[in-house]
């Protein structure tokens, strides 16, 4: 293929991105799909404002796949327009989120958070149900905690594939679709209620997979402190990384490794936190008390 032809691919793919938004142009798009404009954008060093997305009607597969089937994604990250990322606070208000991605289940966490009365919101996976069906329960009974979806496998959400830390994301839209719905289902199964924010394994996604959500209804979830390094900080570490916490963060721990610093780290963060007047809220009142 000649340098030409090469320029001209080039040139193709350059106009499609430019064409590409959430709401391509299938006619079948209805006007509940909300165009690309109205989603929040990420100033760097001015946190966003987040915008919960409105329940739309949209949720079926095959509507969903094939108007995603010719589009390629352009971007993947953590940080990107259409994420969650921190929040504009009314006062000294941090959002705290707990991942359980599989494996195990550090309970002293939550048990700590019920005891002080610290809200917090939990990304719950497929791969942690499956060996903690009766804790979910007990904690969506738990007003304190908000219940959230955390993928089915616990992949990053990609409409192609793409790794980060050695995980291959999701590898097409339908994938993608049953990363999220499969366990949002059974999430509101065990709960009783439909989960509104979507946090993907290792907090990756690609536009394709954001503008997905978006149809569906759903939020994506980011952060902005990695509070326990993915269960591998020192308990130092982790005191020192959230007691840097300012107002608008969203601070993200995991409740899924027992063996880990987490529980102790987070602890006598949280003291600190607490003691200097700071309030703890669920992602949904991050979005509501806006
Ligand atoms: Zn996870």
Same mark, same amino acid.
């Given at each position: 293929?000649?340098?030409?032809?090469?320029?001209?691919?080039?040139?193709?793919?350059?106009?499609?991105?430019?064409?590409?938004?959430?709401?391509?142009?299938?006619?079948?798009?209805?006007?509940?799909?909300?165009?690309?404009?109205?989603?929040?954008?990420?100033?760097?060093?001015?946190?966003?404002?987040?915008?919960?997305?409105?329940?739309?009607?949209?949720?079926?597969?095959?509507?969903?796949?094939?108007?995603?089937?010719?589009?390629?994604?352009?971007?993947?990250?953590?940080?990107?327009?259409?994420?969650?990322?921190?929040?504009?606070?009314?006062?000294?208000?941090?959002?705290?989120?707990?991942?359980?991605?599989?494996?195990?289940?550090?309970?002293?966490?939550?048990?700590?958070?019920?005891?002080?009365?610290?809200?917090?919101? %939990?990304?719950?996976?497929?791969?942690?149900?499956?060996?903690?069906?009766? &804790?979910?329960?007990? =904690? @969506? $009974? #738990?007003?304190?905690?908000?219940?959230?979806?955390?993928?089915?496998?616990?992949?990053?959400?990609?409409?192609?594939?793409?790794?980060?830390?050695?995980?291959?994301?999701?590898?097409?839209?339908?994938?993608?679709?049953?990363?999220?719905?499969?366990?949002?289902?059974?999430?509101?199964?065990?709960?009783?209620?439909?989960?509104?924010?979507?946090?993907?394994?290792?907090?990756?996604?690609?536009?394709?997979?954001?503008?997905?959500?978006?149809?569906?209804?759903?939020?994506?979830?980011?952060?902005?402190?990695?509070?326990?390094?993915?269960?591998?900080?020192?308990?130092?570490?982790?005191?020192?990384?959230?007691?840097?916490?300012?107002?608008?963060?969203?601070?993200?721990?995991?409740?899924?490794?027992?063996?880990?610093?987490?529980?102790?780290? %987070?602890?006598?963060?949280?003291?600190?936190?607490?003691?200097?007047?700071? &309030?703890?809220?669920? =992602? @949904? $009142? #991050?979005?509501?008390?806006?």
């Amino acid at each position: 293929m000649g340098a030409r032809a090469n320029s001209k691919i080039a040139l193709v793919l350059a106009i499609a991105a430019v064409l590409f938004s959430c709401s391509s142009n299938i006619e079948t798009a209805t006007e509940t799909i909300k165009p690309l404009e109205t989603l929040p954008t990420i100033v760097s060093a001015e946190p966003m404002k987040p915008t919960e997305v409105e329940p739309v009607q949209i949720t079926d597969r095959k509507y969903i796949v094939e108007k995603y089937s010719d589009v390629s994604p352009m971007k993947f990250g953590e940080r990107m327009e259409g994420i969650i990322s921190g929040f504009n606070p009314s006062g000294k208000q941090i959002a705290l989120t707990l991942d359980a991605c599989g494996g195990s289940y550090d309970r002293r966490i939550t048990d700590y958070l019920e005891k002080k009365k610290i809200k917090a919101t %939990l990304f719950i996976s497929g791969k942690w149900i499956d060996g903690h069906e009766k &804790e979910l329960k007990r =904690l @969506s $009974e #738990v007003s304190l905690f908000q219940i959230e979806n955390h993928g089915t496998t616990h992949k990053p959400l990609t409409s192609d594939g793409r790794a980060v830390y050695g995980i291959s994301g999701t590898r097409g839209v339908g994938e993608a679709y049953d990363e999220v719905m499969v366990n949002s289902d059974r999430l509101e199964s065990i709960t009783g209620r439909t989960p509104r924010f979507f946090r993907s394994g290792t907090a990756f996604y690609d536009d394709v997979s954001i503008c997905m959500l978006k149809d569906l209804g759903i939020s994506a979830a980011g952060y902005t402190i990695s509070g326990d390094g993915g269960a591998t900080y020192s308990k130092s570490k982790i005191i020192k990384t959230i007691k840097g916490a300012k107002p608008g963060d969203i601070i993200l721990v995991h409740m899924n490794h027992p063996e880990s610093d987490t529980y102790e780290g %987070l602890v006598a963060a949280l003291q600190e936190l607490s003691d200097s007047g700071f &309030e703890f809220i669920t =992602l @949904s $009142e #991050v979005v509501e008390n806006r």
